[in-house]
Each structure stands twice: as structure tokens, then as C-alpha cells.
């Protein structure tokens, strides 16, 4: 699989090596059954389609383009006011539904493609299919337990449909591995409750308020932990 864990875009050069390693070995295992008198002639090495793989890859980094442009389009929109801002709105929301027909492509290549999986649920989520999000972050977890991306954007989706237990279990959970990915989902609970505020919520009033409760006592925690560590760092 050809393919980086940050999530970043896979380049040519990086993808080539990896074919041309796997080619190798192959070939090297189909010699020695010819030598050992397994065979009459070297047969094909049995490997993956670099083809295949290489589709996947461009689609998966293709996804990554139009979600970029999606997120200028956003910024520019939030600097702007009216129409215009509508306007420039719904251009990322296309943009968002050419990334998902990119990473669905992506994960049609090569279907244990995790970074794929999860940025075709981010791109679903930004269209509003939450049910559908959440099922390709699963699938990416599935294939990469653990993964820090998919953790958070699918506990922002789970603020999409309300399940906020689930949201809180994915912060606890990053808490413990991946700090960062931990502050931006909070970030991203606090703006969940600002809209609930600014519109009619589907949330209870009780829970809307235990909820806000549990998200500014965990902010002040994390908020501590990270004024000790800067302390710590400046005695050291």
C-alpha cells in the first residue's frame, strides 16, 4: 500500500520506489523456484497491480486538492459578508463533492487505503452525509486502529447527529494519544454548542447543559495541564 501515515499527499517518487522494491522481490522469489528446479522458467511474480495502486494514490491525492480548495473557499467566505459569502459557500460545497467522488475512487483502487477512507468521511461530513461519514471512518479504523485523524473528524460527525457521549469517549480518548487532535475536537464541541445556542436545538435543555458543563471542566483541565508543562519546560 503506497501510502504515508500522516495523511499527506503521497508523491511519485515515493509510490515508484515502493513498486519497484515489491517488483523486486518478487522477481527475486520467482528465481530462486526456477533454480531450484521448481519451474522450466521463471515465473510472474505475483504482486499488486502497480497500475491499481498508483490509481488509488493519484485519486487520494486529487481528494486532497479539491477539500484544500474547499477549505480557501471557506476562509475567503468568512471574511466576506451576503451573497457573496453564500456564493463562495456553496463553491466549497462542490468542491467537497469532488473530493468524496476522488476518495471514493481512491478506496475502489485500493480498498485498505485508510488515509482514503477517512478524508472520503471528512468530505462527507462537510456535505451533511453524517451516517455515511461516520461509516468511512470506521472503515478507516478498521484497517488503522488508533488513527488521530480519523478519531477526531468522526467525533465532530458524531456532533452532527447529537451523540455526544460518543464525541466525549473520542476527546478522553485522544487526551491520552494525541494532544493536538484533542484540542481541535474541543474547539470544535465549543462551536457545537455556540450554534446550538444561536439556533432551535434538537438537545434537551438538561442536556445541552451537562454537556457544556462537561466540555468547560474539561477545557479547565486541559488548559492546566498545559500552563504545568510550560512551566516545566522553562525550569528545564
Known amino acids: 500500500m503506497a501510502t504515508t501515515k500522516s495523511g499527506k499527499p503521497l508523491s511519485l517518487g515515493r509510490r515508484a520506489a515502493i513498486f519497484a522494491a515489491a517488483l523486486g522481490i518478487g522477481f527475486l522469489v520467482s528465481s530462486v523456484s526456477w533454480a531450484a528446479g521448481g519451474s522450466s522458467t521463471p515465473s510472474t511474480p505475483s504482486v ?119 464525541a466525549k469517549e473520542a476527546y478522553l480518548l485522544l487526551v491520552r494519544e494525541d494532544q493536538a487532535r484533542a484540542d481541535e475536537l474541543m474547539t470544535a464541541m465549543k462551536r457545537w454548542l455556540e450554534q446550538q445556542q444561536d439556533s432551535a436545538s434538537q438537545v434537551s435543555a438538561s442536556d445541552l447543559e451537562e454537556f457544556a458543563s462537561w466540555v468547560e471542566e474539561r477545557a479547565d483541565i486541559a488548559g492546566h495541564i498545559a500552563m504545568v508543562r510550560r512551566s516545566g519546560a522553562r525550569e528545564w
Do not use: C
Not at 129 to 143: C, F, G, K, P, Q
Open 48 to 166: 499488486p497491480s502497480p497500475t491499481m495502486e498508483m490509481s488509488a494514490a493519484d485519486y487520494y491525492n486529487q481528494g486532497l486538492k479539491h477539500r484544500d480548495k474547499a477549505w480557501e473557499l471557506e476562509k475567503k467566505a468568512a471574511a466576506t459578508q451576503g451573497k457573496a459569502a453564500e456564493k463562495l459557500l456553496n463553491k466549497a460545497q462542490k468542491e467537497y463533492e469532488k473530493a468524496v467522488k476522488a476518495q471514493r475512487n481512491a478506496v475502489s483502487k485500493d480498498s485498505v487505503l485508510y488515509q482514503a477512507h477517512s478524508s472520503l468521511g471528512y468530505a462527507l461530513r462537510k456535505i451533511g452525509e453524517y451516517d455515511e461519514s461516520i461509516a468511512a471512518y470506521n472503515r478507516s479504523l478498521s484497517i488503522a486502529p488508533g488513527y488521530p485523524e480519523a478519531i477526531e473528524y468522526r467525533a465532530e460527525a458524531y456532533l452532527g447527529l447529537n451523540r455526544l457521549d460518543e
